[in-house]
């Protein structure tokens, strides 16, 4: 056998080093595109005016590889490309809506331009890594799902881990990654595939593949967008928008863990109703959670017959006194799949199937179980945790087909409004950093699609922080949360006339080293009940409003809680504004977060607003100095406004004929949609459903009333309103028939 000298070997590694060289540069030059040394096809398909698909897909035997689904997207297949290419020798240019795209080999680059030529997008992509370049624009970026780093990402590598263990748990609560970036200059995008970290510490952005054998596809919506709205609407063209929860889901909440028998179930409610505390639904936390839950053991669906001895009687009593029943589940296995309708073989049980997981809830959800409080799923996919936000809106129609469901989730992916998942931000610690981390936490989770969103008002686990004041705070901010519900351990601490027994209830925070219950000298305070009723009985009040905004959110996509970016894009010191939200287009809220407030310093933009609780008028585009004691969470309201505000009610759906006010904040033009349902069934879809259009001239101080056509007037016909100027105590009665109708004021 012939000896190979070590100069032969390194002369023989040159030559096919040299070969590789040329081989590639000879591809190079002929245009051909390669990723991670793959050949690949770059596909331009256009979704909208404002919307265009960028996919980087490779190519084997000659034929492209096809795109995963995960679940998020609301179609699987969209427009026909305008442009595929595997060789680009020259940049090529192509017109998508009102974009302009143009590609180039050479780096592999992509372009997105408006129709005046202005950059919105350059994505340039990585050979080596498959990771994507792209420009962030000036001022925030905002968006990648609820937690990580707020309020602006920029500056942050964000690893886009979903659960308890993402990010910070302690202040910036679980993390629920959606791979949706807005950036405010006037662009956004969203990442389908694949899974990936998002690198925004740098001059451009960057999006690197998780791991990179699975680099590609790469498929990619980039949207751009003069106005937010717009953008919002890109969003909810592509992931879908969200679904109506039932009315009562927006009432309060109320959480309990350790029970201590039948009797508190009931007390508990009972008291409720006798101190007149506004309240809609009850939950209660499964056994293995806490000692002593509603069930025998964690994932069972058994009933603890030590508290519910008689559970179809006790949730009959629940029912009989207007509340609405709410169970804490989980999930045991680490993967889900298919769907409800797929069923559930009945020779072999497999709890990945969806289908027969649903099977498991069945016999409990008969007994009159209205809703589900589901619990963890980290470990779970993303495909997966969708899976699992839909699996809690279609099981419960299996059974009844006509009734909106309940589910209280704490994972998701983009997509699960369309299944109007709610979603809380997890076992967050009690601490004054924590309430202020959660606002602008609120406002990147609305933007990011989830529009239905709360937190363990007061923090989930104890700490000496934990007083009277800090909860009354928190309370404040949950009050103008969608999901407004009081959860964590020392659950006695909860309820709203906890902190003056003079005891703390079940101590559950031995499990936690650095947890602590609050001093006895909190117990005896008797200032946050009487607040707590204001704030619930605000609530209340204010339901049309809020549930008016839900709606108009399943129409458009606009979240609940808004960015003030939103409405004021070209407002400076709006857009960098996290610290405060608007709660629709015109409640300006700023919760208090520092521990002794006397002053809430807050920006109010450029309009005219007013104090909802003085009815002061004050000149926006400024910062200014609000004086709060421990009653008084700032609100304003935006001249223009008309405020529906009905009378307090214990519970959502309860009767009552005291009528609608609509208050007319003067001093801009107004309009206002006002929006009613059966608040329960899906009959709306169907045309049961009204809708009063509320317009205010403000130079001829007229309101003009007429009902949007396509929706019919609900009962009472004809409806007794009351009008009046917000600086003003007299009342104008108002007959609405249906017929259009105008009142001077």
């Excluded at 791979?179 to 956004?188: E, K, M, Y």
Aim: aromatic share 10%.
């Amino acid at each position: 056998m012939a000896t190979i000298t070590r100069r032969e070997m390194l002369k023989g590694v040159g030559a096919a080093g040299l070969g590789a060289l040329l081989n590639s540069r000879r591809r190079r030059a002929q245009g051909e595109l390669r990723i991670l040394d793959r050949p690949v096809e770059l596909v331009i398909s256009p979704v909208s005016a404002r919307t265009v698909r960028i996919s980087v897909i490779p190519i084997e035997s000659g034929r492209p590889v096809p795109i995963p689904q995960d679940g998020s997207l609301i179609r699987e297949v969209w427009e026909p490309p305008i442009a595929r290419w595997r060789v680009l020798r020259s940049s090529q240019r192509v017109r998508s809506g009102a974009l302009t795209v143009w590609a180039s080999a050479e780096p592999m680059s992509v372009h997105v331009e408006t129709s005046e030529g202005r950059l919105l997008q350059r994505l340039r992509f990585d050979p080596r890594t498959g990771a994507m370049n792209f420009l962030m624009g000036e001022g925030p970026i905002l968006g990648l799902g609820q937690g990580g780093p707020q309020f602006d990402r920029r500056g942050s590598r964000d690893l886009m881990r979903s659960g308890q263990g993402g990010y910070q748990l302690r202040t910036h609560g679980g993390r629920v990654p959606i791979p949706w970036l807005i950036g405010t200059s006037g662009w956004a995008m969203f990442v389908h595939q694949p899974e990936g970290i998002f690198d925004l510490t740098g001059a451009e952005g960057r999006f690197e593949p998780r791991r990179p054998e699975a680099a590609l596809p790469l498929d990619v919506f980039v949207i751009g967008a003069e106005e937010p709205a717009e953008i919002m609407a890109e969003y909810a063209r592509l992931t879908g928008a969200p679904e109506m929860p039932p009315l009562w889901a927006f009432g309060y909440q109320q959480s309990h863990r350790t029970l201590a028998g039948r009797e508190e179930v009931l007390s508990v409610a009972r008291a409720f109703r006798e101190k007149k505390l506004p309240c809609d639904v009850l939950i209660y936390l499964g056994t293995g959670f806490t000692p002593s839950g509603w069930n025998t053991a964690n994932g069972s669906f058994s009933f603890n017959r030590s508290v519910f001895p008689d559970p179809d009687r006790m949730i009959r009593a629940l029912h009989e006194m207007h509340f609405h029943v709410v169970l804490h589940v989980v999930i045991l296995s680490r993967a889900l799949r298919g769907t409800v309708h797929d069923g559930c073989s009945l020779a072999r049980f497999d709890e990945e199937e969806a289908g027969c997981y649903w099977n498991l809830h069945r016999r409990v959800f008969s007994m009159g179980v209205d809703g589900w409080w589901v619990d963890e799923g980290d470990p779970l996919d993303r495909a997966s945790r969708l899976t699992r936000n839909r699996l809690y809106w279609e099981g419960p129609q299996v059974d009844r087909p006509n009734e909106r469901p309940y589910a209280l989730h704490r994972n998701g992916h983009a997509g699960m409004q369309r299944y109007a998942a709610f979603l809380w931000s997890g076992d967050v610690y009690s601490t004054w950093e924590t309430l202020r981390t959660h606002v602008p936490v609120a406002v990147n989770t609305g933007l990011s699609g989830i529009p239905y969103w709360g937190t363990d008002t007061g923090g989930f686990v104890p700490t000496k922080e934990l007083t009277g004041e800090l909860y009354v705070r928190w309370f404040q901010f949950s009050a103008f949360c969608p999901l407004f519900r009081s959860h964590g351990r020392t659950w006695h601490l909860r309820l709203p006339w906890g902190w003056n027994t003079g005891q703390l209830g079940p101590d559950e925070i031995r499990s936690y080293s650095d947890a602590a219950n609050p001093d006895p000298s909190e117990l005896r305070n008797p200032h946050v009940e009487p607040i707590c009723r204001a704030y619930l009985e605000w609530r209340y009040r204010l339901l049309p409003y809020l549930y008016s905004i839900v709606r108009e959110g399943c129409e458009t996509g606009l979240p609940i809680i808004r960015a003030l970016w939103l409405h004021y894009p070209r407002d400076g010191a709006s857009v960098m504004r996290g610290d405060q939200y608007l709660w629709g287009r015109d409640i300006l809220v700023a919760p208090v977060a520092e521990k002794g407030a006397t002053v809430r310093r807050l920006y109010l933009p450029p309009d005219m607003w007013y104090d909802f609780w003085t009815g002061e008028r004050v000149e926006g585009g400024r910062e200014i100095d609000r004086p709060v004691d421990l009653a008084t969470m700032p609100l304003y309201v935006r001249s223009g406004t008309i405020l529906p505000i009905g009378p307090v009610k214990q519970y959502a759906l309860e009767p009552s004929d005291e009528p609608l006010t609509l208050v007319i904040y003067p001093g801009a033009d107004g309009h206002f949609v006002i929006y009613e349902d059966d608040g329960v069934t899906f009959d709306f879809r169907w045309g049961e459903q009204m809708k009063i259009e509320a317009r205010w001239n403000d130079r001829a101080r007229r309101l003009a009333l007429r009902l949007v056509e396509g929706t019919r007037m609900l009962p009472p016909v004809p409806r007794r309103l009351h009008v009046r100027m917000a600086l003003s105590r007299e009342t104008h009665p108002l007959l609405f028939t249906g017929e259009p109708v105008e009142i001077s004021l």
